[in-house]
Structures are given as structure tokens and as C-alpha cells.
């Protein structure tokens, strides 16, 4: 009879312990099914916090500018109208741009300007890439005609390389005189040919003949260097 009475006791000390051992998992579970979508919903929420700051924080570095659409000349005088054809805007990480960098277009369209020096598709535009006067070349904003000449003696006839886009003085010898004589100053070179007629538009090619602008009252004038022959050309 003892021995059966223990046994039993055992036993039921052994059943209470296995419902406490359940009782026990049924709370971690229960724990765990509410802890956990908690801290993904935690995780979630910080990671997107993150990422909208990064993007406040790209926007505030990303910078509007002005940038050139197509290799453009030095020289070349653009209008408020033309400003569209030769420029854009766009936007770039603004600690690689200074501050003197033209932000809008409407910038460049207040009044016409030249090109200060040559521009390559896709250069940004900064206030020293421009003037907005040039005693050379302010006699064109009226309007010109063009003509075009060759250089018949090349060696004796050219100081130095000549392309489109270059300033030079127009000589000829004078028959009445026979001296050297300055026909047309300040002449804007619109275009240079090779020997077969092809448009030279590189650093590379000899150039034999060259299309100019002048102005109304400058015809006469470069009609008779061209008449005489042998022009001589000085790049200012």
C-alpha cells in the first residue's frame, strides 16, 4: 500500500510539471507572435526613415545648371531667342559646381551675348564663359552679308592658323601703289576650305579659302582686295 501511495504522488508531481512546461510554452509563443511583427514593423519603419532622409539629404546636394547642347565657337554671338537651341538645364551634385555656375536659362536671356571661349557639348556654363560686349564684333548685331576669298600665295599670305570663328584684318596689294594695303579690319571668319572645297571644322587640314561676314558699307572695300589678288590675311 505505501509503495503505491508514493508512486502515485510521483506521478502526479510528474503531470503538474508537464502542464507547467506547457503553460510556460504557450506564454512564449503567444510573446514571440506579438514580438516579432513588432520588431519587423520597428525595422521597416526605421529603414524607410533612412531612406527618405537620404533622399532630403541627395536633394538638397543635387544643384540646376545651365550646360551646353552642342560644341559651340568662340565668339559666337547667340540672342535671347537662339539661348533654347544652344543651352540646357539640368541638375548635377552641386559640391563639384561653384557658385559663379549659371543656374537657368532665363539667366541668359536677358540680353544677347558672345561666347567667351569655346564650349563643348555638355560644359557647364559659368559668368566667364560669356561677355556680353565685344568692340570687335558689335558692328554684326545689325545684321552682314558674307562673302568668301582664297589665299593665293598661302606661305606669305596667313600669320598663323585660321578657323571658323577667328577675328582678322584683310590686306591686298594696292596696284595704284604697290604696297600692302589694310582693306577690312575685324572680319569674322564664318567658315575655312581645303584645296578640294571641304569645310575644314578641326584644328587639322590646310585652309586655302575662307567664307567672312562684313558689313554693308565694307563690300566695296573687299571686293577690291579680292579684285587685286594676293590677299593677306592677320589674325587678331
Request: charged fraction near 30%; charge should be neutral.
Amino acid at each position: 500500500m505505501f509503495e503505491k501511495k508514493v508512486i502515485k504522488e510521483i506521478e502526479n508531481k510528474v503531470k503538474g510539471t508537464g502542464k507547467g512546461k506547457a503553460k510556460v510554452k504557450d506564454s512564449f509563443s503567444i510573446v514571440k507572435m506579438i514580438l516579432i511583427p513588432f520588431l519587423v514593423t520597428i525595422i521597416l519603419v526605421a529603414g524607410l526613415f533612412l531612406v527618405v532622409r537620404k533622399l532630403g539629404q541627395r536633394n538638397v546636394l543635387l544643384k540646376n545648371v545651365v550646360m551646353a547642347s552642342a560644341d559651340i565657337r568662340e565668339g559666337v554671338y547667340i540672342t535671347p531667342e537662339e539661348v533654347d537651341s544652344y543651352f540646357k538645364e539640368v541638375k548635377v551634385d552641386g559640391s563639384a559646381v561653384s557658385e559663379n555656375a549659371y543656374a537657368s536659362l532665363e539667366d541668359l536671356k536677358k540680353k544677347g551675348f558672345y561666347t567667351g571661349i569655346p564650349l563643348k557639348n555638355g560644359q557647364i556654363m559659368y559668368e566667364g564663359s560669356i561677355k556680353v560686349s565685344d568692340k570687335r564684333l558689335d558692328k554684326y548685331k545689325s545684321g552682314y552679308e558674307t562673302t568668301s576669298f582664297s589665299v593665293a600665295n598661302f606661305d606669305k599670305g596667313i600669320n598663323g592658323q585660321v578657323r571658323e570663328g577667328a577675328i582678322i584684318d584683310i590686306y591686298a596689294v594696292d596696284p595704284a601703289t604697290d604696297e600692302l594695303t589694310l582693306f577690312v579690319e575685324n572680319v569674322y571668319v564664318a567658315a575655312a576650305f581645303d584645296s578640294s572645297g571641304a569645310k575644314i571644322e578641326t584644328d587639322e587640314g590646310v585652309a586655302v579659302s575662307y567664307t567672312v561676314y562684313v558689313k554693308p558699307y565694307e563690300v566695296e572695300d573687299m571686293n577690291k582686295a579680292i579684285n587685286y589678288g594676293e590677299i593677306h590675311i592677320y589674325k587678331r
